[in-house]
């Protein structure tokens, strides 16, 4: 935990999917917040956290500026209704518009400046999709309600020593090399750049590129992209003044004296950029959304129905999510 002095503003946690571990690890990340630098608060209802039979006091708060006052006796509860009570592990469409009710507030008040950041419990999106929600994700719906396109946004995940960002992120294989252009390289890279500056408080940062292909392409033996998309992106990213160095064959990207030379990796797929994260560190990775006027992390695990409601759920990655959003607020407001 850092520090220990607490923000003016508490961060905004959502339940996320109500049935999934979200309430579990919250309630376990209060417990070792309460003491700490960390001060937030969570939106979503109080019935998925009574039913897990804890002793943390729950403690209903009208405002975000209430959190503070509350914080070290109990878990600030900003209360959101739900249709129907949540049973751990089984799924409830009829929840989902409680679900994206805390979304909106917590962008709410993001935007308003009444919360340091959102920090996002997993949702379950077959869940929200069968209730009619038509965004691919959380990144999408924050970037429509922060009035941006969602090429405006990019998603990294972190963690202590790695920062990567996929260039193409939810999309077969077989559709990546189409998908990647110059252009959407340079986008990405320049989200990426300007988040590094200004949340990450990094005055002159290195951004290394992954190459496509193996061994870079080979001089084009083994693929044409590093020469025609990858190596133009950088030279434009070069003449904008950011620091992109590559492309360089992803296999030698990882490594401890690898990463000690650069402060991000732009990756050209999904997973070319999160089996390193998750390798190296499984329980502590990060999302954070770049772009956003506001801040956004979420822990890097899904709703982990098949263990809800049983306090097997670890609170490392949301405590780890809590943790980043902090120190970036600080960053922001510094």
């Known amino acids: 935990m850092t520090g220990n002095n607490r923000t003016s503003k508490p961060l905004a946690v959502t339940m996320g999917e109500p049935a999934g571990i979200g309430p579990e690890v919250i309630l376990k990340a209060w417990r070792k917040c309460r003491e700490s630098d960390l001060l937030f608060f969570y939106i979503g209802n109080r019935q998925p956290l009574e039913v897990l039979e804890t002793d943390v006091p729950l ?54 400046k009444e919360a340091a950041g959102i920090v996002t419990a997993p949702i379950h999106k077959k869940a ?31 963690i202590p020593g790695l920062r990567v960002i996929p260039v193409t992120v939810h999309m077969p294989l077989s559709k990546v090399s189409k998908a990647l252009t110059a252009e959407l390289i340079v986008e990405k890279a320049s989200i990426v750049h300007h988040a590094l500056k200004k949340q990450f408080g990094i005055a002159k940062p290195i951004i290394a590129v992954a190459a496509l292909n193996p061994h870079a392409g080979e001089d084009g033996a083994l693929g044409h992209e590093e020469e025609t998309i990858i190596a133009p992106a950088i030279d434009a990213l070069s003449m904008a003044g950011i620091k992109a160095e590559g492309p360089f064959p992803a296999d030698t990207l990882f490594h401890p ?48 129905l098949d263990i809800a409601g049983q306090n097997r759920a670890s609170p490392d990655s949301l405590l780890a999510a809590i943790d980043l959003a902090h120190r970036l607020s600080l960053n922001s407001n510094g």
């Open 257 to 304: 004296a690898a990463r000690a030379k650069y402060d991000a990796v732009l990756c050209m797929y999904h997973d070319q950029a999160l089996i390193p994260v998750k390798t190296i560190d499984f329980d502590h990775g990060v999302n954070v959304t770049l772009g956003l006027p506001f801040i956004r992390t979420s822990p890097d695990h899904g709703t982990a």
């Open 59 to 112: 403690i209903e708060i009208n405002a975000p500026e209430e959190a503070a006052a509350a914080l070290p006796k109990g878990l600030p509860v900003l209360a959101i209704p739900l249709k129907n009570p949540a049973q751990p592990g089984t799924l409830d469409p009829a929840n989902a518009a409680g679900v994206i009710a805390t979304l909106r507030q917590a962008v709410t008040f993001a935007k308003n």
């Open 128 to 158: 929200l999709y069968d209730a009619g929600f038509k965004f691919p994700g959380h990144t999408e719906y924050f970037a429509q309600e922060a009035g941006l396109r969602a090429g405006d946004v990019a998603m990294m995940l972190a």
